[in-house]
């Protein structure tokens, strides 16, 4: 379908009156004094003004000594040709398999009779991209399916910044060959026509001006298509550097993936696209964990606000950073637990923890605390069972008597606190003597996590301040019923505190409880 589509584009040329020569290579492109000889295998050519749109590896900018700022991409792209049946059940998708190769993507998109099938990078890859190709062919389950395929590779040159050179003296270059490529999706067609009109442009208005200056192509270039690539490029670094990040935003958030969509159809542009993901990290993506260390009326007010789309927001953060610090927590619930038991989530939020704790465990009675009046109306929607409670208060002053609960549990609330060793020994005081005290927070690790550093700079770009506990800060009692463990590199940290464990200053000594035996039978496995 290409070679139809550009053999088309040479015939509206040559219609509208330009000369169209076919199997007619160029050899050498010189400058003269009045602009430009072209010397061809079927003979010479001369010009006041000279457009290369011969791509990557054209002769125009190797000839006339530019230097186009570009960054070469990898892909292999094949057209296939599917069963029926395969076909009737494909027809209305479109698929980006984000994560199959590294630092680029797949996709299967419908054509009006095949498929086109592909994979590409930004960076070299390890294996051959055959080798990733074959592999998105098998995770797409149509392997099986083709009858008929049509396969080759390229190498796209993908904008790399606006120092790039595209025009001078008289010369200019376009599309592929002035790396007028998307640097997300790679896709160069709509670009390569689009700065091929304004070259018409430009050099139509420098003949009638009687000048070969065609700094004004640069320039429009520059407003029009620069902006949109600069756009794409800071989505292109997060959706490849951080794919399992990526994908839980478009679960999470139905309308950045219906966005994604409408780039996809051209309806809406990256620099909108970009807006609408850098509000959704600002305002919201970590948005339960950006509390300042302020009072409690304005913690309320700020959960308040992000009542709306905390579960979505929660989401994200369990299913990236947090994943393998969550299961362990989870883990522990399971094994703490027990049949009839009375429990306390303190910090409750919308309730999800609850959630999880009714379908893996049996307790008597749960009860879920949280400041915040709209977050308890989620929870009371999500949790109306009868055996489930909510209260309106504070983690610093809990309102409840001394023993009442077997297990007190907490998720990303703790480091809300203005004091957090204040709220945890809250937590031991209301714990039975036989209890457990569970809780898991984000922790600031020796040096930030790569990873989380960078989405950090990518969302917030030091616009909020973290109150991430270090471990002077984190409330830890170590002694032979304690357990700290920490996941991410020191990123998520979990606890499991007993009723004899004092967080109030650090090195106090166990107060073991009467009720315990000196054996500690009741102590935690460490």
């Not at 680029?104 to 051959?128: A, C, I, R």
């Not at 904008?159 to 270059?173: K, M, P």
């Not at 209260?391 to 610093?396: F, K, N, T, V, Y």
Request: hydrophobic share 40%.
């Amino acid at each position: 379908m290409r070679e139809q589509f550009d053999y088309h584009l040479a015939e509206k040329a040559r219609q509208a009156g330009a000369q169209v020569h076919y199997g007619e290579p160029v050899l050498t492109i010189e400058r003269t004094g009045l602009g430009f000889r072209v010397l061809t295998s079927k003979g010479e050519y001369f010009s006041k003004f000279l457009v290369g749109a011969d791509g990557v590896n054209g002769l125009t900018s190797r000839s006339l000594g530019y230097a186009p700022n570009r960054q070469i991409a990898v892909a292999l792209e094949g057209e296939i040709a599917l069963t029926p049946a395969t076909h009737r059940t494909l027809q209305h998708t479109v698929r980006l398999d984000i994560g199959d190769i590294p630092y680029g993507y797949g996709w299967l998109f419908p054509k009006e009779k095949n498929w086109s099938v592909g994979v590409g990078t930004v960076q070299q890859p390890d294996l051959h991209p055959r080798k990733y190709y074959a592999s998105l062919l098998s995770n797409q389950h149509i392997e099986q399916d083709i009858v008929d395929e049509r396969s080759r590779g390229y190498r796209i040159p993908l904008f790399s910044g606006r120092s790039a050179e595209i025009s001078r003296d008289g010369s200019l270059l376009v599309g592929d060959a002035a790396a007028l490529v998307d640097p997300f999706l790679g896709e160069g067609i709509y670009y390569a026509i689009r700065s091929g009109q304004i070259a018409a442009e430009t050099i139509h208005k420098a003949l009638h001006e009687h000048t070969r200056n065609l700094d004004a192509y640069r320039q429009r270039i520059a407003e029009e298509i620069w902006p949109e690539f600069e756009a794409a490029a800071r989505i292109a670094r997060f959706a490849f550097q951080f794919p399992r990040l990526s994908y839980a935003v478009f679960m999470a958030h139905q309308e950045m993936a219906c966005s994604f969509v409408k780039i996809l159809q051209g309806s809406l542009s990256y620099r909108e696209y970009w807006k609408k993901l850098n509000e959704f990290g600002q305002y919201g993506l970590f948005g339960f964990l950006r509390l300042l260390k302020t009072g409690n009326t304005r913690g309320a007010q700020t959960y308040d606000r992000l009542a709306h789309q905390y579960d979505a927001l929660r989401f994200v953060w369990q299913e990236t950073m947090a994943r393998e610090g969550t299961t362990y927590y989870h883990s522990l619930l399971r094994e703490h637990v027990h049949d009839g038991a009375a429990v306390l989530d303190a910090g409750t939020g919308t309730g999800e923890e609850i959630s999880f704790l009714l379908k893996a465990t049996h307790p008597l009675q749960v009860t879920g605390l949280d400041l915040s009046a709209k977050m308890l109306e989620k929870a009371r929607q999500k949790n109306p069972q009868p055996n489930v409670t909510f209260r309106q208060g504070d983690m610093l002053a809990l309102p409840f008597a001394e023993n009442s609960f077997d297990v007190v549990m907490s998720s990303w609330a703790i480091e809300t606190c203005a004091d957090p060793r204040k709220a945890v020994s809250e937590f031991l005081r209301v714990v039975k003597e036989d209890g457990y005290v569970i809780y898991i927070f984000s922790s600031l690790p020796k040096g930030l996590k790569r990873l989380y550093a960078r989405t950090v700079e990518l969302f917030l770009r030091g616009k909020f301040y973290w109150h991430f506990l270090n471990k002077r800060t984190r409330p830890y009692h170590e002694c032979g019923f304690s357990s700290m463990t920490t996941f991410a590199d020191g990123l998520i940290t979990v606890v499991v505190l007993r009723k004899c464990c004092r967080v109030s200053e650090a090195g106090l000594p166990c107060a073991l409880p009467q009720s315990w035996n000196l054996a500690g039978e009741l102590a935690t496995d460490n």
